[in-house]
C-alpha cells in the first residue's frame, strides 16, 4: 500500500493545527468575530453564525471524543486538529489556497487517530452519517478496494467528499512536512 498521509488546510492569515474549539468559549467568540470580519467570502464566513455554528461544533467533538473512545481510542485532548486523507482540492480552495500541512500516518499511533467519511459537523445529524472508525479499519477498507486508494477515494468522493482524520494528540506536530 503507498504511504498515506493527512492533510491539514488553514487560511492564509491563520496559523496551522490550530482550533478555535481550545479556545475558552468568550475567546473563540471574540476570535470568530475578527475572523469573519477580517476574511468575507471564504472559509470563515462559517463564523458569521457563529452562535450557530459553535454549539453544534462542541456537539460534534463531544460524539467524536465518546465514540473514539468506545472503539479503543486514547486521546490526549478533548477538540482534535482536522485533516483530511490525502488531500482536497475542495478544502484547498475553501481555506483559500492557503497553508497545507501534511503528516505520515505511519507515525501516528492508533490511539490517536480517528477518521469519518465526509466533514464530521456537516454529516452530524444526516441520515449518511457512518460512525468514526479506527486507522485499522481504514487500512481493511482501502485492501477491500485492492489496495489502491485512488480507486477507493474516487468512491468515497462521490458521497462523502473526502475522509476526514481527527488527530487527538498533538506530539505529531514534530512530524509535520509543510506543503505550502
Request: charged share 25%; glycine share 4%; with cysteine.
Amino acid at each position: 500500500m503507498q504511504a498515506l498521509y493527512i492533510i491539514h488546510y488553514c487560511h492564509p492569515s491563520c496559523t496551522p493545527l490550530q482550533s478555535i474549539t481550545r479556545l475558552p468559549e468568550q475567546e473563540a467568540y471574540e476570535k470568530a468575530k475578527a475572523l469573519s470580519d477580517q476574511n468575507k467570502g471564504d472559509a470563515f464566513g462559517r463564523f458569521a453564525d457563529f452562535h450557530n455554528y459553535y454549539p453544534k461544533r462542541i456537539r460534534t467533538e463531544k460524539w467524536l471524543y465518546h465514540h473514539f473512545v468506545a472503539i479503543g481510542g486514547k486521546p490526549e485532548t478533548e477538540h482534535p486538529l482536522y485533516f483530511v486523507l490525502q488531500g482536497s482540492d475542495y478544502l484547498e480552495s475553501w481555506f483559500a489556497n492557503g497553508k497545507a500541512t501534511a503528516l505520515p500516518l505511519f507515525s501516528i499511533s492508533s490511539e490517536h487517530v480517528s477518521f469519518t467519511f465526509g466533514d464530521s459537523m456537516a454529516k452530524m445529524d444526516k441520515p449518511e452519517r457512518k460512525d468514526p472508525f479506527t486507522k485499522e479499519e481504514l487500512y481493511r477498507l482501502i485492501e477491500n478496494n485492492n489496495g489502491d486508494i485512488s480507486q477507493f477515494l474516487d468512491g468515497i468522493r462521490q458521497q462523502y467528499t473526502y475522509i476526514e482524520a481527527q488527530l487527538w494528540n498533538d506530539i505529531y506536530s514534530h512530524f509535520a512536512i509543510r506543503l505550502k
